[in-house]
């Protein structure tokens, strides 16, 4: 079965400055998607930014983008230029893909890391 | 660009009663899935639907029944409701033959029970 662990429950980080959080999973497997979603006080999940095992190149979305080592099974988000806006929970999510290995595509979800941005 | 939408967005309900969520998918969306976050949790996967027909099952308690219909709208169906089964509960929905491999998620129904 695949887990997926955030070691870090709670971080913080002043306004501007960049911060990064960690995500390992463990998985036998080889195809497979990861994610990062962030969880705002008003409860919506919100997708961040995804990453497909197959590519090498590490995804980015402006100032989001992420860490990928395929072989040590690691998948860090780093956040540049952190705004107020950032404060949310984030969950980082590992998914096989429909039909591979019988997987219907659900997430998988770590335990999450609370993100404060401060003024 | 329409989103996923749930209803209602709140319900409170006393012990052993029975609560019905709705979930409407993205149009042209044809996979359902449930998850439900208890307090300080991550969401846990419940059940998911595809072209109507139940496709997998997680860490769903057999009080809990669920169905998609022919619009592709899916209902999650609590009886027995215990104190234990307040917690916010998500639809997500993809379209199965994207390549996108992207769930997209409703705002949730938070369930309370008294």
């Known amino acids: 079965a695949q887990t997926v662990t955030q070691s870090q429950p709670e971080m913080s980080v002043q306004e501007a400055e960049t911060v990064t959080l960690s995500c390992t999973y463990d998985?036998?497997?080889?195809?497979?998607?990861l994610f990062w979603y962030k969880q705002p006080p008003s409860r919506q999940m919100i997708l961040v930014i995804r990453?497909?095992?197959?590519k090498q190149q590490n995804a980015t979305e402006n100032r989001f983008s992420v860490n990928f080592q395929k072989a040590a099974k690691s998948f860090s988000l780093k956040i540049s230029d952190s705004q107020l806006g950032d404060t949310a929970m984030y969950f980082c999510?590992?998914?096989?893909?429909w039909g591979y290995g019988g997987s219907q595509g659900n997430l998988i979800f770590g335990k999450g890391t609370k993100l404060s941005v401060k003024p | 660009a329409a989103g996923v939408i749930q209803s209602p967005r709140h319900l409170i309900k006393e012990k052993r009663e029975t609560a019905t969520l709705k979930c409407y998918p993205i149009?042209?969306?044809?996979?359902v899935y449930w998850y439900q976050q208890g307090p300080g949790q991550d969401p846990q996967f419940l059940i998911s639907f595809y072209e109507k027909m139940q496709s997998d099952k997680g860490s769903i308690p057999d009080r809990f029944s669920a169905q998609q219909f022919s619009d592709y709208h899916s209902e999650l169906n609590m009886s027995s409701l215990e104190l234990g089964d307040s917690a916010l509960y998500f639809c997500a929905s993809r379209k199965r033959t994207s390549n996108a491999d992207t769930q997209y998620f409703g705002p949730g129904t938070r369930l309370t029970v008294l």
């Open positions: 999510a590992f998914m096989k893909p």
């Open positions: 990453q497909e095992a197959y």
């Open positions: 998985t036998s497997e080889n195809n497979y998607y």
């Open positions: 149009p042209r969306h044809d996979t």
